[in-house]
């Protein structure tokens, strides 16, 4: 089989299972948000049941993400996938089953999701330390951009395909579906046989372990401000999701013109994980600091407000710069950081991000309410751009350079200096 350059991580079986398993299931995965909401609203349920299941899951994964870390580097990364494919296949073919029978309540949709939540929080770090595994190391942002890409385009079609659905049949059904989607990711991830397996430090108690991972991080701290510093990137974007409808629905176009700025933004998401499948750049960390004041754009714009067109345009730049600049820091991540402690690095990373935009979700209101909107906007654009430009005074984040043979590590004075040693 012929592929092109920029997909040549799909020569390698190991991955090309782990791609297709990953698409498969994420798009069943993104057909949920639209297809549980409607099917607890038709069950009788109301707004606020809506927002109690929702927050389950999120309550669900933060909560488990460390643990979810410590396990996924204790134990065969493949193995952890499968494991939470079929337990989310068990939870939503038992959900599908209890809609089919108009016998579902509430707390049952809270208690999947919930449970749900949990699985995922195995699957996220365990998802990005098996990559390493299954590519070499000069191959590893194209392989990244190719998942990334893919979770991009599944959020598009998924919606879609869930209205559908929707539209033809029962919320039953696309439960179903997501439940058969996560089936398949099992089968074809029990066929994949990774390259390699990472050295696995001596097991500790979960608390010695779950320490040794963050300290790994918390030893370089110029990579922890890195990792906080996006977090702030990911509260002050919140912003932007709560009141731009608010700021569209006063004479500005309404729910058609927020539609028309997401779907742009979901376009741009598209684009930026076809750049990344190219774009290497030489110093990986500064050059995503650095771009990432894009993403204070559509705030910006929103305080005036601008016209649609250009804060549709400013969200399509910064959601390709966010798709573009997840797969270079998931890139540097994977090759700074030894494989053995790679799982709970990730969950630390991933822990803060799905924190922060929560947080950033709840403050915009009454931020707004205290502030005035537009000072607002303005305040979360500032908080994007300043702090990122900022982190890139710090020699650490300016010394992790991309080597001439693809792979990424520090950079000592007087030369290369090897990433295994760099780690220890």
């Known amino acids: 089989m012929v592929f092109p350059q920029s997909l040549s991580t799909l020569r390698e079986r190991p991955y090309r299972l782990l791609w297709t398993a990953r698409g498969v299931s994420a798009l069943g995965n993104a057909m949920i948000p639209v297809t549980v909401v409607f099917a607890i609203l038709r069950s009788g349920g109301s707004a606020l049941a809506v927002g109690l299941v929702l927050t389950c899951q999120a309550v669900g994964q933060v909560a488990m993400l460390p643990v979810g870390g410590v396990w996924a580097d204790r134990l065969s990364r493949k193995v952890v996938l499968m494991a939470t494919d079929a337990i989310q296949a068990i939870c939503y073919g038992l959900l599908a089953v209890l809609t089919f029978l108009q016998h579902v309540a509430v707390w049952q949709f809270a208690v999947t999701y919930t449970i749900a939540g949990m699985a995922f929080a195995f699957f996220t770090p365990a998802s990005r330390a098996v990559i390493p595994e299954v590519v070499r190391a000069e191959h590893l942002q194209p392989a990244n951009a190719l998942l990334g890409l893919t979770d991009s385009t599944t959020k598009v079609v998924g919606p879609a395909l869930a209205a559908l659905l929707l539209a033809i049949s029962s919320p039953g059904t696309a439960i179903l579906v997501n439940a058969v989607s996560f089936l398949l990711s099992f089968v074809l991830l029990a066929r994949m046989r990774p390259h390699r397996q990472p050295q696995r430090s001596e097991r500790q108690h979960f608390l010695a372990d779950l320490r040794d991972g963050w300290r790994a991080v918390a030893q370089r701290r110029w990579y922890l401000a890195n990792l906080l510093t996006w977090g702030v990137w990911n509260f002050a974007i919140a912003f932007f999701f709560v009141l731009g409808p608010v700021v569209m629905q006063d004479g500005h176009g309404g729910a058609t013109a927020w539609s028309a700025i997401m779907v742009t933004g979901s376009v741009g998401s598209i684009v930026g994980g076809l750049a990344a499948l190219h ?16 993403g204070a754009g559509p705030l910006a714009l929103l305080a005036r407000p601008a016209p649609v067109y250009a ?52 403050a915009a209101a009454p931020v707004a309410e205290l502030l005035g909107t537009r000072t607002t906007l303005l305040v979360a654009a500032a908080l994007i751009g300043t702090p990122c430009l900022l982190l890139n005074i710090l020699p650490g984040v300016r010394s992790v350079q991309r080597f001439p043979d693809g792979t990424i590590g520090i950079a000592a004075i007087s030369g290369r200096m090897p990433t295994a040693a760099a780690n220890r």
Do not use: K
């Open 279 to 294: 774009y290497r750049p030489r110093r990986p960390l500064a050059t995503a600091n650095a771009v990432a004041v894009l």
């Open 311 to 362: 804060i549709a345009i400013a969200v399509a730049v910064a959601f390709a710069m966010t798709s573009l600049v997840n797969e270079v820091l998931a890139t540097t991540q994977q090759q700074l950081f030894p494989e053995e402690l790679l799982a709970r690095v990730s969950s630390l990373d991933w822990m803060i991000s799905m924190l922060a935009m929560p947080a950033g979700y709840a």
